[in-house]
């Protein structure tokens, strides 16, 4: 990893997150960067490198860093405060900069990339519209000198055929015009390549400056010291000069960095337009009934805010009073409106259409979804794909290779040449070292895969970084569990049904207070269901959860358990007297849970889940790609398959745990099947974490979420076959931008090297090498920026 070099015994400021504090401090917000105490570059928690000291973690670049900091700490640590915490309770972190070719560059204000001389950007873009102050002085620097480029090139096309200027005279005129464009226009490039030779890192930069200063160097030379030159060099009085080739190179360069910071810009406008999602104000209720309109910075968590018809929710809550239909689309991409109620939860930056709410806030600032949709796209968009290892390794060995072929050239055409083969020499080898483009290269997937992530985000379909992308267009079976993923995840209590000793009420009542303790969906309508009876619902103790199969817990002194059959075989209670009621309802589709009472059976309790209407949509969209589907439930075996018939689904798998559906991922990778699995719940974590593709509903637990690659703001399927056809046209996008570029640089630097010459008589101007090599980075961005994928 590429240090940028700060004093190593430099002391944190107050403003600024190091190592410990921020790795620790629980203000500090999730993604936040860190500083690495030995080096000052700017790091992140999932760094492999990092120390314990004294109950506090420290983050490191490279395994060079944290040897340092490992063999004498207090060389390194210093008192540190904590991250500035302003008066809406939010970390204020400064604006972190990276490189789009190389996102492990990480640097606290803008610059240059020192590895490829490209301009940093802010890793979280901003709504501020200001233009990028690089791009504004590229343009004032392109505008002010194209007159005097074009009156160069002028001078030097047709200056010596009408005889406008007398022998050394028009050498001179072109010095004095150039000279402004050299030393002014071009400086920013001689700095880049400056760097690269600094750095150790020759990249483009390093070929232009060489290209251009050779030229310009010669020029100057033959201008101010024409009698060292032979004989053979003299034409029509003068030494023949190429300050139009220098002058012409550093413009069309000029205006393809224009070209190209504008199509970057355009990358980062997926996350641009999620921060303008988000309201400006929301309308407090204060403790008095009083009414009053506040910054979205001053919401604090428990507030009750009003949303008015046609207002956007403010921040993520849960409604109180009122109901209305709330547009999502602008998070999940589900056109149709939601109906929230009384209990119901809301995202912020939705909006309200009809109705009038009253929500408590309960997640404001970096813990919105908002927010965490904006901060898991930006993480991707700096993520490295594994194709990109290719062009890396490639574009290592591009720059030397190229000085090879362009030092070869010249000596080639000075020896074996026709006359003045020396100065064919020097044009072609300058038009080789303009030509190459390893820029091309090296953006050919980071832009790919910012637009994908960009366009994913704003149809609800979030990756976790690259790899994710470039892998699941490789899925063929997926893994799905049933209720949340297949089903609405909203069940609906059915009926309860009573063994001998117990009524129907009994059982619903014990069932309920047993699971006030569970985030199962089955769970929320059990209670729901005893809540809208009236029951009052008992304490319960020593709850315990056991993941697939259902809880135990004791309430008025009574050892209960509720769960399926796997969980009434394990405690020794029998089911028979309620076995064929419980088949006859799971062949209707319903879920059924067993109740027993200090291992006595109690009574069973069935709940629906609706299948979700865009599920059978989704399910044909995803066989028509190639991938085939396996249902993994922990619902019973009539149940499972009574839900797999109708939506189609032949392999079945019931009553699976955690474990079983890890084997399961475990089986189908054995077969050399690329496994994604898709889930929602804490069950499912473990088999996510270990498919090729998790794929986490954004409706599910944290848990579920992190351990998967993918995550489906809308729990919907049909999110899962639009990831997979983004996927495919993103690799597809990826390896076009790739071929472009291999192939313009294979195509590009033996023609400027001048082998069709002997056939042809064709020889590339460094000035039409020029215009190739800004062309075609723009060429690459530009086809990336194709890459749109409308939802289906």
Not at 165 to 177: V, Y
Not at 623 to 652: C, E, F, P, Q, W
Not at 714 to 737: E, F, P, W
């Amino acid at each position: 990893m590429q240090e940028i070099k700060t004093p190593a015994h430099a002391t944190p400021t107050s403003s600024e997150v190091t190592g410990c504090c921020a790795g620790m401090h629980d203000s500090t917000p999730i993604g936040a960067p860190l500083k690495d105490l030995v080096c000052g570059m700017t790091v992140n928690e999932q760094s492999a490198h990092s120390s314990i000291v004294g109950g506090n973690k420290f983050f490191f670049c490279g395994a060079k860093c944290k040897m340092k900091f490992d063999a004498d700490p207090s060389q390194y640590m210093s008192p540190v405060s904590a991250p500035k915490i302003n008066e809406t309770g939010k970390a204020s972190v400064d604006a972190t900069y990276t490189c789009p070719m190389h996102p492990e560059i990480r640097q606290d204000h803008p610059g240059n990339c020192p590895k490829c001389g490209m301009s940093l950007e802010p890793v979280m873009p901003t709504l501020d519209e200001t233009e990028d102050p690089e791009l504004k002085d590229f343009i004032r620097r392109f505008w002010l000198t194209l007159p005097l480029t074009i009156v160069v090139t002028t001078l030097a096309m047709f200056g010596h055929e009408f005889g406008w200027f007398k022998g050394t005279a028009q050498n001179w005129i072109e010095l004095m015009l150039s000279l402004p464009i050299v030393l002014w226009a071009g400086v920013p490039f001689f700095i880049r390549g400056a760097q690269s030779v600094i750095h150790r890192s020759p990249n483009m930069w390093t070929l232009i400056s060489l290209g251009t200063g050779s030229a310009f160097i010669y020029s100057i030379v033959a201008t101010v010291f024409p009698q060292v030159f032979p004989i053979s060099f003299w034409t029509m009085g003068r030494i023949g000069v190429y300050f139009e080739a220098s002058a012409v190179i550093i413009s069309l360069t000029l205006l393809g960095q224009i070209l190209e910071l504008k199509a970057r810009a355009k990358t980062s406008m997926a996350i641009r337009l999620l921060l303008g999602l988000a309201p400006k104000t929301a309308r407090r209720i204060n403790a008095d009934s009083t009414e009053e309109d506040i910054s979205l910075d001053n919401v604090q968590v428990g507030d009750k805010l009003r949303v008015r018809p046609g207002e956007k929710v403010p921040v993520d809550g849960i409604v109180i009073d009122g109901s209305s239909a709330i547009d999502e689309s602008m998070l999940t991409g589900e056109s149709m409106p939601v109906t929230k109620r009384s209990g119901d939860k809301v995202i912020g930056a939705t909006m309200n259409s009809t109705g009038a709410l009253i929500i408590r806030s309960e997640k404001i600032g970096s813990q919105t979804v908002l927010a965490q949709i904006v901060r898991m796209v930006a993480t991707a968009q700096r993520s490295k794909a594994p194709m990109q290892r290719m062009a890396d390794i490639v574009a290592g060995y591009f720059v030397a290779s190229v000085v090879t072929v362009s030092v070869a050239t010249f000596c080639v055409w000075g020896v074996f040449g026709p006359d003045p083969g020396w100065i064919y020499g020097l044009i072609n080898a300058v038009a080789v070292l303009i030509i190459a483009c390893p820029c091309a290269l090296g953006l050919a997937t980071p832009m790919s895969i910012m637009v994908a992530t960009g366009q994913g985000a704003t149809h609800g379909v979030l990756f976790r970084d690259a790899a994710a992308i470039e892998k699941l267009c490789k899925v063929d079976t997926l893994i799905v569990d049933k209720t949340g993923t297949l089903t609405q995840g909203k069940p609906e209590f059915n009926c309860a049904i009573a063994a001998s000793e117990f009524t129907t009420d009994e059982v619903l009542l014990l069932a309920a207070s047993l699971d006030q303790g569970s985030e199962h969906p089955l769970a929320e309508a059990i209670v729901r269901a005893a809540r809208d009876r009236n029951l009052i619902l008992d304490k319960v103790e020593n709850f315990e959860s056991s993941s697939g199969v259902g809880v135990h817990g004791t309430v008025k002194g009574k050892k209960l358990a509720l769960g399926n059959t796997v969980l009434m075989n394990q405690g020794g209670v029998s089911i028979d007297n309620l076995k064929q009621q419980a088949e006859e309802l799971r062949g209707q589709g319903a879920s059924v849970v067993y109740l027993s009472v200090d291992h006595r059976l109690a009574g069973l309790l069935a709940v629906s889940d609706p299948i979700k209407a865009s599920t059978p949509e989704a399910l044909r969209a995803l066989h028509d790609a190639g991938v085939h589907v396996v249902m993994a439930t922990g619902d019973g075996l009539t149940t499972a398959n009574s839900v797999g018939k109708r939506l189609g689904i032949n392999d079945v798998y019931a009553e699976v745990k955690p474990a079983d559906k890890l084997k399961l991922v475990e089986q189908l990778q054995a077969q050399g099947r690329i496994v994604a699995m898709a889930g929602d719940g804490i069950n499912d974590a473990p088999a996510l974490a270990k498919a090729d593709v998790g794929i986490a509903m954004g409706t599910g637990t944290d848990i579920a979420i992190n351990s998967s690659q993918v995550t489906l703001v809308k729990g919907d399927l049909r999110g899962i076959a639009y990831a997979h056809t983004l996927s495919n046209a993103s690799v597809r996008n990826m390896k076009q931008n790739l071929m472009f570029a291999l192939l313009y640089n294979a195509l590009g630097i033996p023609l400027a090297a001048g082998v069709l010459y002997p056939l042809t008589g064709w020889l590339l101007s460094p000035m039409v090498a020029a215009l190739a090599m800004s062309l075609s980075s723009a060429s690459v961005i530009g086809n990336a920026l194709r890459l749109r994928i409308n939802a289906r």
